[in-house]
C-alpha cells in the first residue's frame, strides 16, 4: 500500500461549483502534509501547507486535515476554468526532509 | 528572483547514451532534490542533498548519480540512458527550518 493515496480522478464541475479533493495516508510520522497545483507541462506549485488537524483557509481555498481518521482534504470554493490542472496531496516522509506524493487528482473547471 | 531553474527542458537520448541535467536555486535554501514524475506512479524521489557536500539516495536511485557542485546548484547524470528512464525530471529545494519544497520546472526526457 502507497504511503499516501488518492483518487487520480479525472473530476469534472462545473465553474463555480465548489470542489472537494481527498487523500487518506498510513504512516501517522512527521504529519505536516502540503498540497501542490500542477498545470499540464509544468511543475508542481505549493497552493497550502498544513500540520495540525482542523481547517486552514487561504483565499477559495481551505486545507482540512482529520489526523484520527488520516485522512485530508482540499476544498476549492467558487471553481474556475483557472482551476482545471492535477492537484498533487504530500506528506512529509520519516527522514522529515523528502516528499511522499499521492499520484495526483485532475481537475476539469468547464466555463 | 528566478527561484528553482531547470536546463535543459527537453532532451531525447538514444539508448546508452550520458547526460546531466542540471539544477540551479537562487533562495539560498540548504536541501536540495531530484524527483521523477511518470503517468500513474506519481513524483517519486531520486536522490536529495540536505546540505553542500551531502547526498542521499531516494525512492528510485538505480541509473543515477548526483553532484552537489555548491550551495545553489544539484546535477543528475545518467551515465547510460535506458529507455525506462525515460520521464519527467524535476528539481526542488526547500530552506533549514521548513518542509515546503520549491519546484522548478521540470525536463522532460525521452530515451529512445
Known amino acids: 500500500q502507497k504511503e499516501v493515496e488518492q483518487d487520480p480522478g479525472p473530476l469534472s464541475v462545473p465553474e463555480g461549483a465548489i470542489v472537494s479533493l481527498n487523500c487518506t495516508y498510513s504512516?501517522?510520522?512527521?504529519?505536516?502534509f502540503m498540497w501542490y497545483r500542477q498545470y499540464s507541462r509544468k511543475g508542481p506549485e505549493l497552493l497550502m501547507y498544513t500540520y495540525s488537524s482542523g481547517n486552514k483557509e487561504d483565499g477559495r481555498f481551505t486545507a482540512q486535515v482529520d489526523k484520527s481518521s488520516k485522512y485530508i482534504s482540499l476544498f476549492i470554493r467558487d471553481s474556475q476554468p483557472s482551476d482545471s490542472a492535477t492537484y498533487l496531496c504530500?506528506?512529509?516522509?520519516?527522514?522529515?526532509?523528502?516528499?511522499?506524493f499521492g499520484k495526483g487528482t485532475t481537475l476539469s473547471v468547464s466555463s | 528572483n528566478a527561484g528553482v531553474t531547470q536546463t535543459p527542458k527537453f532532451q531525447v537520448l538514444k539508448t546508452g547514451q550520458s547526460m546531466t541535467l542540471q539544477c540551479a536555486q537562487d533562495?539560498?535554501?540548504?536541501?536540495m532534490y531530484w524527483y521523477r514524475q511518470d503517468p500513474g506512479m506519481g513524483l517519486r524521489l531520486i536522490y536529495y542533498s540536505a546540505s553542500e557536500g551531502t547526498t542521499d539516495k531516494g525512492e528510485v536511485p538505480n541509473g543515477y548519480n548526483v553532484s552537489r557542485l555548491n550551495k545553489r546548484e544539484f546535477s543528475l547524470r545518467l551515465e547510460s540512458a535506458a529507455p525506462s528512464q525515460t520521464s519527467v525530471y524535476f528539481c526542488a529545494s526547500r530552506s533549514e527550518g521548513s518542509y515546503e519544497q520549491y519546484f522548478g520546472p521540470g525536463t522532460r526526457l525521452t530515451v529512445t
Open positions: 504512516n501517522s510520522a512527521f504529519q505536516y
Open positions: 533562495m539560498n535554501h540548504n536541501s
Open positions: 504530500a506528506r512529509v516522509g520519516q527522514a522529515g526532509t523528502a516528499l511522499i
